[in-house]
């Protein structure tokens, strides 16, 4: 963070306005409550609860993930903490001093740590304050931005810091007491970044750090990159193969849609291939322009981190990872009308090898058209040994095609729906084909919480108030009208492929955390996720 | 019953241009509906330019054995290979994307024969369906899927057009909660445990294993009835059936056992 710019980040932090409603009509949101936050720490879970904590001292609760308020605790003030929980203590970083503030580089980077991050709990308290870096203001480094990592390989705990003044830097702590490993010297590891943070993953370390300019509000430039290395230790190479020491860096998320500026990431996984990471925007636009927390989807490919995006609510084909088939009312199909006027033959040529009326010459194509000694199924216009349906009087697949050239309109639902019967219906997977009962309709739905980065969902048949729904024994349906019930709400993340999980918030009669599965081909219902399995996993598609 | 994909489609399609007369006559053949009985209704419409000739003697091996007095335990994937298949009942239908989730519901409803939905057979067993005298087998199939087409076409059967029905007899050495039904079938099927639904498959559906399953049901200890149809129109018809616990792993430690087996 650039110092020259953080007494108008603080300021804006101090002020207090009202927190804006979430809008249903607005795509992806931020965080809902008063997510207002600048240098976010890693989001951390402790003792049910969500805490953050940001520059300035103090920080930000959450029951849910997805509904914020202020009230978490940090003495100490200075800048841009971060939070890590190891064993049964959370250790707190945070630095003071440099950052440029008043022309200085002279900072402290400490740690201390606590048993409970909650500042009601009895255990909450702060102990063994201690610094394990610094700047002096001269040399090429300004000791703030401290961002913590446990090695899941060796159990050793290191901490970058620095800013754009000369180096990132690495030391090594004790894991047991958050003070610096005696005789551990720092490494430097990148330039040109700030508000780094380390992750471990697959035989990879990454650095992940910000570019571009902060704290200007809607100008700040501020964007997420990464490089990557094999030791902990760098060298950080991104993936143009450019040292993060010479200043690479591979994007992973910058400005989109409202927000912009967003820094300081901070890996939130929680588990089953769930990764998000936290993030704070320099600006929301439909906030004022303020700086807000936010937690987005990580997602994976080829081996870097990229942002997904939280679900936007629209209308879509629900598409099992599975099979490909998309999750449907168990009604009857809905036949369009045949329409076809001729087939496959060249325009304005002749009738290739159709039989032609009153014959049954050789060049027929086994769909002979009226007049024909071809029998009934085989004069339809579609063959039946491909399980084809009957065409319309006069049809032939492989005659020229013949008429005006005219698009065709979609089934309507009250055409496809006039059938439906009225109580709870089963839902199934199968082909796709943009029909009604196909088509969901995925809405936030106010007021009813959410988890982390989202808010609950429903999800009904477009057009409908027909809601999917968690059943008893564990199965899904449609119910005929939403209600807000907890089992018709649903949890939509994305996971670190791209493809979703979505999980009712709750099941009549079960407590366990199950989402919907393609138990078959074409059967979904409801059961653990499965991780290594394509069985949880979905795509919505616009139909 | 998608039975052929683009390639074979294309191919079927040179055929036709080749040798017209052969697709068309058998083409007819199939929209025509079954004729009862006989070796001419029953022909596969690859078979005469295969090159086999219509009145080749017909069998049902290698596709079906005779079932055995002695248990048999599904295959290693768990698929029950031990049925009992009634002839097939004509059900003239020209194309299969009739087989609307009533439409089958529907057909399945209509009683057939007496004890439609309540006898297990033996061997041997007859029933009288539109006057057609239909013969219940005790067979075991040689493949993982119960080759239906192959039933009909190697007994003389009509072979589109078609209903069969199937019953076997699963014994559970335990009681075994939260079991599912997985059903593949070409075409469309509707499957019963213990006199209960247990799975529908509706639609021109291929049969691919594990197509559809039941909700979670209970496998009872000791005797087990499984009772099935399968409606197609042209095409193949086959199924396989087998159960999977929670996690989708197959149950194998049953055993089938047609009691009257021995009278085939």
Redesign the interface.
Known sequence: MKRSLLAAAVAALVAVAPAPLFAQSRPAPALDGEPYIHDPSTVTFCDGKFYTFGTGGGGLISDDGWTWRSGAVRPGGGVAPDVIHIGNRYYVTYARGGGGMSGGHASNVYVMWTKTLDPNSPDFGFHDETVVATSDGIEDCDAIDPAFLLDPTTGRLWLSYGTFFGYIRLVELDPRTGKRVVGNKAINIAIDMEATALVYRDGWYYLLGTHGTCCDGANSTYNIRVARSRKVTGPYIDNVGIDALKGGGKLVVAASGRFVGPGHFGLLDLGDGVQKFSCHYEADLDRSGRSVLDIRPLLWKDGWPYAGDNFREGTYEIQSERSGYALEL????V?MPSMRRGGFGAPGGPPS?AGAPGT???????A?APGTA?????A?G?????????GGPGTNMFAAPTGPVTPVPAQDLAEASKDWPAGTLGV?L?DFMFRPHQKWTITPVAGAGGYPGAPYFKITIAGTNRALAAAA???VVAVPTFTGGPEQLWRIDQLTDGTYRIMPKSVPGSTEPFVLTA?????P?L?KFDPKSD?GRWNFKLP | ????CGIR?LA??LL??CA??V??VA??R???GPAQGGAQSGAP?GATRAGVPDNAPRTIAPYFTPASRVPRAPDIEGFLQRWLLLEPIAKPN????VF????VRNAFATEYFPGQMTVVPRSGDTVTVDGQKLAWHAVDSSTFNVKLFRFAYGLNKPTYGVIFWAVTVVNSPRELKDV?M?VGSN?ASMWWLNGKEA?L????RRM?M????S??LTLTKGRNVIRGAVIN???LSDFCVRFVD?R?KPITDVTLHLDQAENQ
């Open positions: 168990a009604v009857d199909f036949r090898g049954n010459a050789p060049g027929a194509r086994g002979g071809t029998p009934p199924a085989a339809a579609a063959n039946p040994q491909r399980g084809g349906a009957p199934r199968g024994d564990a199965e138990v078959a081909h074409s059967t219902t059961a069985n | 019953m998608k039975t052929l489609f079927f399609c036709a241009v017209p007369q697709s068309v083409q007819s199939a929209a025509q419409p020209r194309t299969n994307i609307t989730d009533s439409y599912r997985a075409s799975v498959l509706s639609g021109d691919v594990d197509d559809c399953v909700p979670r129109g042209p095409g929670e989708g």
